[in-house]
């Protein structure tokens, strides 16, 4: 039983933890929201976590002499690692929990029981921080459910302590579902909070030399009726601002009073420095220019990201172009080469959409792509600043991270929020390089946010989502990622959702044709819109995307 955590004691845990979430790592997979095929959760945290085995492994005895201790060096490596390594949302988080231990612990010469809760509670904050809306019944709740026991201990035995952290998280985690109606409708808990629990007892078992008594598998909720309510954005501000600030404290405040004064949903976070330091702003608003503005006066914003929300009713339809004559058009404004030490990055899963997204003037970078691989793709354009479009939310992490890390490099990077590439297309085709670099940010943001976006796909597995029931094979419809229609046959799924978005008005539908879609499905779907909707003009192309048969986008 160990008295304090060393370096070998690090580098044990490391081990151990990346070896418990291989061998769950399907289990956290199948841990998923929507009975989709692409939960990846499990995944990520076992890429994430490799990573900074790896960063460990090259470089564990040797620290600057003077500046840290052995067991702080060996965190620092291990949390520079993951977040190099880092994937998806649970990867960024995880990274940000290892960070905040590796800050609380680096100079502590003894690392025993409250030292860790202190170092668990920083983590906490780092974890929150880097979420820009933090919702509770997630990895987020599960790490302060830890740091909360292991202070609440006051005890300054390191395996007393280890063990009360662990216990609460996982107590936290069954009680996620509770707490996030998603979670409740699939019947699973947390995804990211199964493996930090993994991780936690990886941790007890490294400290105590005993494996926890909890079950190998936890069990699936019981899923209550469909019908929760979800968050729509707020009704009476049209636009979503978030960015990072550089500032004071005392004009963060002058700031927040001013954002206050035309605005609302508020949420100014900072790193919890007194003389200066990092803040992230989130503000819904109707006036864009003026909220950047804000936060100009106050510091330094940068990373900013605007989205507006969804129109329920748009205009009525009117009569398009021809398709490749507004394939020209739209090829003719978006790509333009980097210009002027410009650069665009787009993350792109399937062979199609990256050729499609190249040939608008974009650098490429693969589907669900490490912070460190992203990074890459950033300064391979030699461009001083550049916009990156994750397309996807796991991806939009990580490009957070990125943005981050291009800063301490000289590079601008403002990410915009896609999620689908339907919305990347729509939002590199009004790029204008003769723009201001923030007004074309925020060009492309609108023109992102106007593109309604959906997605076919069929089920993975039996579960009760917000439009009723569905079974293994059942074919799925979501619109901006919540499930719209559940049908047996893909083609009549995938005209009906058509419809259905073209009901609130569209003058545009691209479709995005999968790797494993059946042969005539875009011909067909063309051919629905065509008859039902005249003035619609649709663009077709092989998009090559896994698990879903179908992307459609709607501007």
Same mark, same amino acid.
């Given at each position: 039983? #160990? $008295?304090? #955590? $060393?370096? =070998? ?18 289990? %956290? ?67 940000? %929990?290892?960070?905040?231990?590796? $800050? ?32 509770? *019944? ?30 609460? =998280? ?38 105590? *030399?005993?494996? +926890? ?35 004071? +404290? ?8 001013? !954002? ?7 949420? /100014?976070? @900072? ?13 819904? /608003? ?17 990373? %900013? ?12 339809? /009117? ?8 394939? @020209?058009?739209? =090829? ?20 199609? %959409? ?70 990347? !297309? ?20 609108? =023109? ?53 978005? #073209? ?7 691209? !479709? ?21 909707? +005249? ?14 048969? #179908? ?5």
């Amino acid at each position: 039983m #160990l $008295d304090t #955590l $060393d370096a =070998a004691a690090v580098r044990s845990w490391c081990a151990s933890g990346l070896a418990v979430l291989k061998r769950h790592q399907r289990e %956290i997979d199948d841990l998923n929201v929507y009975p989709v095929p692409d939960g990846d959760t499990g995944t990520n945290l076992v890429l994430t976590l490799t990573s900074a085995q790896q960063a460990l492994a090259m470089d564990l005895d040797t620290h600057a002499a003077g500046t840290r201790t052995p067991h702080g060096h060996a965190l620092r490596l291990m949390a520079r690692g993951a977040l190099l390594g880092a994937r998806g949302n649970s990867g960024v988080i995880l990274s940000q %929990i290892l960070q905040g231990l590796a $800050d609380t612990l680096a100079t502590v010469p003894q690392v025993r029981g409250r030292a860790l809760a202190a170092a668990l509670r920083a983590s906490t904050g780092a974890a929150y921080a880097a979420v820009a809306r933090p919702v509770e *019944g997630t990895l987020l709740t599960v790490v302060a459910a830890a740091a909360e026991s292991a202070e609440r201990t006051t005890s300054d035995d390191l395996p007393v302590v280890v063990r009360a952290a662990a216990g609460a =998280a996982a107590t936290a985690l069954a009680r996620t579902p509770e707490q996030l109606p998603a979670l409740a409708r699939a019947g699973v808990v947390d995804a990211g909070g199964r493996g930090l629990c993994l991780l936690l007892d990886a941790l007890v078992e490294v400290v105590t *030399g005993e494996v +926890p008594a909890r079950a190998a598998t936890m069990p699936r909720a019981a899923p209550p009726p469909a019908g929760a309510a979800r968050e729509t954005g707020s009704p009476e501000y049209a636009y979503e601002v978030q960015f990072l600030l550089d500032a004071e +404290p005392e004009a963060v405040r002058q700031m927040r009073d001013t !954002l206050d004064g035309f605005g609302d949903s508020l949420v /100014v976070v @900072g790193d919890g420095g007194t003389t200066g330091g990092t803040w992230q702003v989130h503000v819904h /608003v109707n006036d864009v220019g003026a909220a950047i503005e804000a936060g100009v006066v106050a510091g330094r914003p940068y990373q %900013i990201s605007v989205t507006r929300f969804v129109d329920q009713v748009t205009a009525e339809p /009117v009569a398009g172009q021809d398709s490749r004559a507004a394939q @020209g058009g739209r =090829a003719a404004q978006g790509g333009r080469a980097a210009q002027g030490g410009r650069a665009a990055v787009v993350v792109a899963a399937g062979a199609g %959409i990256a050729e499609l997204l190249a040939g608008e003037g974009a650098v490429v970078a693969p589907g669900n792509p490490s912070t460190g691989e992203l990074l890459d793709a950033v300064r391979s354009t030699r461009a001083a600043r550049v916009v990156v479009l994750p397309n996807d939310p796991d991806a939009q992490a990580v490009a957070n991270q990125v943005a981050e890390e291009a800063y301490r490099l000289g590079i601008e990077v403002s990410v915009v929020p896609t999620r689908s590439p339907v919305q990347a !297309l729509a939002a590199l085709a009004v790029r204008d390089p003769r723009r201001r670099f923030a007004d074309d940010v925020i060009a492309m943001a609108e =023109a992102a946010g106007a593109c309604r976006y959906a997605e076919v796909c069929r089920a993975g597995r039996e579960a009760l989502t917000v439009a009723g029931p569905c079974r293994a094979g059942d074919v799925l419809a979501l619109v901006e990622g919540e499930v719209h229609l559940i049908g047996t046959d893909l083609v009549d799924t995938c005209t009906a959702l058509v419809d259905r978005l #073209l009901g609130g008005g569209g003058e545009l539908v691209t !479709l995005l044709v999968g790797a494993d879609a059946p042969d005539g499905l875009a011909d067909a779907v063309r051919t629905h819109i065509t008859g039902r909707w +005249p003035f619609v003009e649709v663009q077709a192309y092989a998009g090559g995307q896994p698990h879903y048969p #179908l992307l459609v986008g709607v501007e």
